[in-house]
């Protein structure tokens, strides 16, 4: 819609409140609302005022005016309200030099986009998230000078098995056995649909929904892919409905990668295309997977700045629990047109030029889309740039390799703190077209270091009392 449409819209549909949404750097979405009476075509172009300071990598106090700039495409319904209300997705800018403010996750993904133009690579570039959560239905976690624990149940969880639930009914999932059973094993069926319809309702296209493979809740719904900044905002909405459906029925719903132990983790494979035109860049008949030149060495440079990629991809501690082996993790540097441990996969089902891509197997989904898919297609353009050539495919199962093949096949790094000090040392390719620019890359370090890494560091970790408080 246009503005003047919009209005007419507001109108039309009795709407009372307008809430304007913006993300913050870490990828949560923020708002305040406003009453139909303010809004006007303007607004669109002159923005609305709000105070930086307070959001999480933007301005500080001294500098923390700024303005919100509403997009109006980007209008949907808000489904989850009472009174009539209407979302506006904005844009950030600096209100003194009225330019776009460099650190609105959401213009970065828009600065993408026009450099893939830029190069000559490609018109658009596509991504096909896959993110997976739990549903969970009670989560209690605190921490202070003497005490530190989290606790978590489901229904589902199959520690529940023997549990006096008056009555218990069974048909719990065993563990690392909650891939696609049906109803009644499958308790969340229609939790999900909701959250598919609300999805639908809101404008943002679902493929398929399952039941995931953990016992405790854990679920996947599956976008339609579309280009990268009307990706980036449709997995905000896609948050946004999963936690609150989850909550409308009593539950509460987490895109944490790693909730459970011993149990597999939460991530968010995310396919990806380059077109120019009506051609698919990536495909070419007769190579290996039917994969073009330029293909291949987009693969070579996910591969090559996949260390610096992760700061943005698995961008939390807790990813770190999960990209471990044995649970399906995608933690090997290498691509395979089947194998799902490897970090880049080649579904084996698209064989046409249409459906023809890949699949980045490592991010999970608290990722911020805007900047994860950024940072995906830089790394894909400089390996298409420098014609960097990957590792060859092994189709194998790579947890079966003989020890000297192994040894050949580097690993994912192992914490936050280890793929920060990658993005330190490898971000030039990010800084191409000024899509990221070295203040954004500066206050991620800073605020990943300080607010996540040293946080987890300094705390006592409950396990540590199990293993040395005899000592």
């Not at 503005?3 to 507001?10: A, H, Q, R, S, Y």
């Not at 828009?110 to 993110?131: H, R």
């Not at 991620?444 to 408080?469: C, G, M, N, Q, S």
Request: charged share 25%; hydrophobic share 35%; aromatic share 12%.
């Amino acid at each position: 819609m246009t503005p003047k449409e919009l209005i007419k819209f507001v109108k039309d549909k009795n709407i009372k409140i307008i809430d304007l949404r913006f993300v913050d750097l870490p990828g949560l979405w923020q708002h305040f609302a406003i009453t139909v009476s303010e809004l006007n075509e303007d607004m669109f172009e002159e923005g609305v005022g709000f105070d930086g300071s307070s959001i999480r990598g933007f301005q500080k106090i001294q500098e923390s005016d700024m303005l919100l700039i509403p997009d109006a495409a980007s209008a949907f319904v808000d489904p989850f309200t009472t009174v009539p209300t209407l979302d506006i997705i904005c844009n950030v800018k600096d209100p003194v030099t009225l330019q776009p403010y460099s650190r609105d996750p959401r213009y970065i993904a828009q600065k993408a986009e026009n450099y893939l133009k830029s190069t000559g690579i490609g018109d658009t570039v596509y991504f096909g998230p896959e993110p997976e959560f739990f549903v969970l239905d009670d989560i209690r976690f605190d921490q202070s000078y003497n005490y530190g624990y989290y606790y978590l149940d489901s229904a589902e969880g199959f520690w529940n098995s023997g549990r006096e639930e008056k009555p218990n009914l069974g048909y719990k999932p065993r563990y690392k056995e909650g891939y696609f059973p049906v109803q009644p094993m499958d308790s969340l069926q229609d939790i999900r649909s909701e959250m598919v319809l609300a999805l639908e309702e809101m404008g943002v296209r679902v493929e398929v929904h399952h039941h995931e493979v953990s016992t405790a809740g854990q679920c996947e719904i599956d976008m339609r892919f579309d280009s990268l900044t009307s990706m980036g905002d449709k997995l905000l909405k896609y948050k946004y409905v999963v936690k609150n459906v989850a909550r409308k029925h009593g539950k509460t719903a987490t895109l944490m990668p790693k909730p459970i132990f011993q149990d597999n983790g939460s991530g968010m494979h995310v396919h990806q295309s380059i077109w120019k035109g009506s051609k698919n860049v990536f495909f070419e008949a007769g190579g290996y997977a039917d994969l073009s030149k330029a293909a291949i060495y987009y693969i070579g440079g996910v591969i090559k700045h996949a260390s610096a990629l992760l700061a943005f991809c698995a961008p939390t501690t807790n990813s770190y629990r999960r990209l471990v082996p044995g649970y399906e993790a995608p933690i090997n540097l290498i691509y395979s047109q089947r194998n799902r441990s490897a970090c880049v996969r080649i579904p084996a089902y698209s064989r046409s030029e249409k459906s023809k891509r890949l699949e980045v197997r490592f991010p999970d989904s608290s990722c911020n889309g805007y900047l994860a898919f950024s940072a995906m297609l830089m790394a894909g353009l400089d390996g298409i740039q420098n014609k960097i050539v990957p590792p060859d495919p092994i189709d194998k199962d790579l947890y079966d390799l003989e020890p000297e093949e192994k040894a050949h096949v580097k690993s994912t790094p192992g914490s936050l703190e280890e793929v920060l000090n990658s993005l330190e040392a490898d971000h030039e390719f990010l800084l191409k077209g000024d899509v990221f620019t070295k203040d954004v890359i500066e206050t991620w370090l800073d605020y990943k270091r300080t607010k996540e890494v040293d946080a987890i560091r300094l705390r006592p970790h409950p396990y540590e009392f199990a293993l040395y408080y005899d000592i």
